[in-house]
């Protein structure tokens, strides 16, 4: 089969790249070795920027977000005993949006089924072939165990960290840039109501903690754990009690404890993949970059390629090549600034092994510095809520 642009990957930066594409009128199919229900039952951030937003109403596909979603304008910050609010809205005038992307993928999967355009799930053997010239195409096994080719004239690779490509491209064109932590985030996702009704981010002796939350009565809970660690060594009471442990008194005292729904350990990267593009083959999200999920930037950087990748071929398609060829430069200025953000929020906040008494205390100045310095307060937040996109 023949089409404009072949997606392969649909969470939700396919998804997203596929609304914008159907927008401007550009033909693009979907393809996608998991299920759909597996792909929905993913569990992944719910922090958006502004700037992912405005692309998801761009795309069509924001009402439920709106009706639904939470604005935040601020979060906290707490170490010891102390706590202290960082005022987004005030020092920036933006605010972000808590939606969970699950409920992202859901109305985006919802309105490519209602638009009628083609998505194949469950797809077998995915390669893609031909990129470094002008008949790309992508080939793979369908559900009826016959073979599919389509040929595009650009494949969108948004197919994940471990997808085929980004390790299609030859070793020579590509440079990885990757630092792995030494420990991960035990989460928990329960339905209980959140103990704040903004974010907590906690620095405690025993180790980092994240309260957050996917609805008013739905909460996802975080604890920095040892990469040694597994799930089924940490029973529900474990974790809530190591959570307590890392809240000020004042806060773990509201804690609503309960069943999990579920219950993951996520080890943490920060990865980049230069540069982005490769003849008419384009990567776009975890395809090429991974950051920690402290500063909430994964699902918003995948966001802002897919915007950049769609602005570049609609203009593609009106005549210049202007937006593809500057599309690798325009996301990796974004992505780095990004990295720089995740890692420095991750090293703020977290317990880290080498860091010794000296290193401590310096982490403890440096939140102290943080919570009586407006200036120190702005650069966090401005880069909490997001960078805009270049024009």
């Not at 509201?254 to 069943?259: D, E, L, R, W």
């Amino acid at each position: 089969m023949r089409t404009q642009v072949a997606i392969v990957g649909a969470g939700p930066s396919g998804l997203l790249l596929g609304a914008l594409l159907h927008k401007a009128g550009i033909e693009a199919v979907v393809i996608e070795q998991r299920s759909a229900d597996y792909v929905l039952g993913r569990i992944r951030a719910g922090v958006l920027e502004q700037v992912t937003v405005d692309l998801l109403d761009e795309a069509g596909v924001g009402e439920r977000m709106h009706a639904e979603g939470l604005p935040h304008d601020g979060f906290e910050l707490s170490f010891g005993d102390r706590t202290h609010r960082i005022d987004l809205h005030a020092l920036t005038g933006k605010r972000v949006m808590v939606y969970g992307q699950t409920e992202v993928t859901r109305d985006l999967m919802h309105a490519r089924a209602a638009a009628g355009l083609q998505t194949f799930y469950e797809s077998q053997g995915v390669s893609v072939h031909d990129f470094d010239g002008t008949k790309p195409c992508v080939r793979f096994t369908g559900t009826d165990g016959q073979p599919v080719e389509v040929q595009a004239d650009f494949i969108a690779g948004c197919d994940g960290f471990h997808g085929v490509c980004r390790a299609s491209v030859p070793g020579g064109a590509i440079t990885n840039f990757e630092k792995v932590y030494p420990f991960g985030w035990l989460g928990i996702l329960a339905d209980v109501p959140p103990v704040s009704h903004e974010l907590i981010y906690a620095s405690a002796d025993a180790g980092f903690a994240l309260c957050s939350m996917r609805s008013k009565t739905r909460s996802r809970y975080y604890v920095q754990c040892s990469l040694a660690d597994k799930v089924e060594e940490w029973s529900d009471d474990a974790f809530w009690a190591e959570l307590k442990r890392r809240l000020p008194a004042h806060v773990a005292a509201q804690v609503t404890t309960g069943p999990s729904i579920e219950k993951s350990i996520a080890p943490l990267r920060s990865f980049v993949a230069e540069p982005m593009r490769f003849g008419r083959l384009f990567l776009a999200g975890d395809a090429a970059h991974i950051v920690p999920p402290t500063g909430a930037k994964g699902l918003n950087l995948a966001a802002t390629d897919v915007g950049y990748l769609a602005r570049g071929l609609a203009e593609f398609y009106r005549g210049s090549e202007a937006g593809i060829d500057a599309y690798s430069e325009r996301c990796l200025r974004r992505i780095w600034k990004a990295e720089r953000f995740s890692w420095w929020f991750t090293s703020l906040m977290h317990k880290l092994p080498d860091n010794g008494p000296f290193g401590a205390r310096v982490q403890q100045a440096e939140l102290d510095y943080l919570c009586g310095s407006e200036a120190a307060q702005r650069a966090l937040a401005e880069n909490y809520v997001g960078l805009p996109m270049e024009a």
